[in-house]
């Protein structure tokens, strides 16, 4: 029994018109009609991929995981209840809501909702972007991937290791503790950000063409406030990325060229080169965080580290987009 996917996530918003805008018009996806106080967007073939409900808080609703075969759900809900944690079954009404056939509720250490799902639903209308791009890189690598604010990194390891078998993919101790986690061959669709606060950092998309990153990236621009992190590449996944403001302030990450991992042989490691090989100014950051993070970066540089040759392979890609 394992996790396959990140499958979709749901946030909460007052300000639907905003979120309307911004994950249509800037992130390119599509915008499904559910009526009522929630909207809905798909990314591919999925019904749907992310959901915003208009409720308070401005955070993080859910993460939805998917597993591989029903009895998956039985399986984790007997690991979690053993483990002291309380498991509540989706009844048909939810499943309906999430496009699922059956999922399990429960809750992280910390208080965030996870639901664990089998069977997602695809459309047979073609996904139709909210403006013109080649596409996401979604199938088996899953939505993108999600990062926690926690209060304590450490404390939760047990939860996302032990309990729902995330592999450990590489981690980093300054100038803040960073976990990230595969549950597939993306480098990492999870990520616990130390950061001693609790709450929804960003979630990432990643793009097919790169010029769909840099299309979108001049359109932030336009928004003052909107570009949260400049463009930059990171040094563990090798994603090239802006990270924009959400309308509930935690950011989106806008990527392109991931890292492919085989998760069969791939061995966790600590990592010492700051999180990107360039770029990604976090410009809401205070000065001395960003003077530090800056130091990282002008010696990564220094020391000639970047992205090795191989993420350019075609056959990969043919490989993973399963086109
Ligand atoms: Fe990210």
Known sequence: MAITALGYLG?????LDDWSGFAGKLLG?????RGGKTLAFRMDDRKQRLVVAQEPGNSLAFMGWEVAAKSDLESFAARLE???IKVTWGGRELADQRFVEALIVFEDPDGNRIELAWNPMTDSDPFTPGRPISGFMTGPLGLGHAVLHVRDAQALLPFYRDL???GVSDYGLTPYPLY???VNGRHHSFAMLGSSQAGFHHFM???KNLDDVGQGYDL???EEGRVAFTLGRHTNDYMTSFYAASPSGFFVENGWGGRIIDPESW???ETFDGPSFWGHERLCLPEKTRTRLREMRLDAAARGLRTPPMIDCPWLYSEITCE
């Open 82 to 84: 053993n483990a002291g």
């Open 267 to 269: 061995e966790a490691h």
């Open 164 to 166: 729902l078998g995330f």
């Open 29 to 33: 996806m599509q915008q499904v009609d």
């Open 205 to 207: 998309v990643e793009y």
């Open 11 to 15: 946030v909460r918003s007052d300000t």
């Open 180 to 182: 990230f986690f595969h």
């Open 220 to 222: 932030a621009q336009l």
